[in-house]
């Protein structure tokens, strides 16, 4: 089984319904589908739409072969949302954690397959010393408990997504440069750390423990040329089902956003 994760940094611009630009390049192709005809993932779960379902061309809304679920942004249009696509229709689909200001914003989509959960999740962006920062850390919290509730069952649990935050200094090109900077916060790593604690595995870092590996770039000064990036797309497994982990990869040489997707595969 082929699981991705991808932020599209804009579902409309990557599906060609809006124009797509990079550089003086500007284009309409359909990036996503395009991807998903070459990888067949058997579920991939995409973050930051910014868009309601409303508001997507109807033949653009989910690709031929899957069943589709959408989380938009209640309080605000065009803002956050996420999308998963599956081949394997889930025996049951929640769109939250049961709290508003968290579940208001369209950031999540828990997925029960039966042999495992799965979480495509947009974790928020913080800001130093802003509100926004607090928000972010309850909502790492608030995601910890659910997966703590399923882990307390027995269940297998994937969580996919941007969690906006570099785990470690190889996670980020220039981690003492970024030191005060959100998405790389004392505090917030430390947030992070918690769902190592209780007993999350970072695939990818299974299979490729060395540095230089990113899975976002700023659109500024060439950054993604010259690999000056940042790492906080993960997917983390509970322990229980790591060693059914077959294989973990990136994939930078995606284009169509500022994050590239992640892929882990699965043998169940």
Known sequence: MKIVSWNINGYRAITGQ??????????????????????????????????????????????????GYYNSCKVKKGYSGVAVFTKIKPKDIKFGVGTPKFDDEGRIIEA???????????????????????????????????????MSEGRAVIVSGDYNTARTEIDLANPKENENTSGFLKVEREKLEEFFDAGFVD??????????????????AN????????RIDYQLVT?????????AKQMPEVLGSDHCPIVIEVDL
């Open 203 to 220: 695939a990818y870092r299974k299979f490729v423990p060395e540095g230089g590996n990113y899975t976002w770039w700023s659109n500024r």
């Open 223 to 230: 950054a993604r040329a010259r690999n000056i990036g940042w």
């Open 112 to 150: 029960d397959y039966g042999s495992f959960v799965h979480f495509n999740i947009y974790f928020p962006k913080g800001y130093t010393d802003d509100p926004r920062l607090y928000y972010k850390l309850e909502f790492y919290d608030a995601i910890l408990d659910r997966c703590k509730s399923l």
């Open 18 to 67: 809006n124009k797509s630009q990079r550089r003086d390049v500007v284009t309409f192709e359909n990036k996503l589908f395009k991807f998903i005809e070459d990888e067949a993932p058997d579920i991939i779960g995409v973050q930051e739409t910014k868009a309601d379902i409303e508001q997507i061309a109807e033949h653009l809304r989910i690709p031929v072969g899957y069943e």
């Open 239 to 247: 322990e229980n089902l790591m060693p059914k982990v077959a294989d």
